[in-house]
């Protein structure tokens, strides 16, 4: 198992990163990457944060978010 590190300082830049199952590349498929998008806009919506940006990559996605001020 990896070792996660969670930081949780507010008014910082936090460094998400999510991958697909047993990295399959569920999101080379664009319906995939805007079910994505999608889900990601909601959820920062509802947690009042800000994206500063993300890529999606075939089997993960990296994003940058911050909570707005």
Do not use: N
């Amino acid at each position: 198992m990896i070792k996660r590190w969670v930081y949780d300082d507010e008014k910082h830049i936090h460094f998400v990163t999510f991958s697909c199952y047993k990295r399959r590349k569920h999101l080379q498929h664009d319906q995939a990457k805007r079910i994505v998008i999608g889900e990601m806009g909601s959820r920062l919506a509802k947690q009042s944060g800000l994206c500063l940006g993300f890529v999606i990559m075939p089997d993960h996605v990296h994003g940058l978010r911050v909570e707005d001020f």
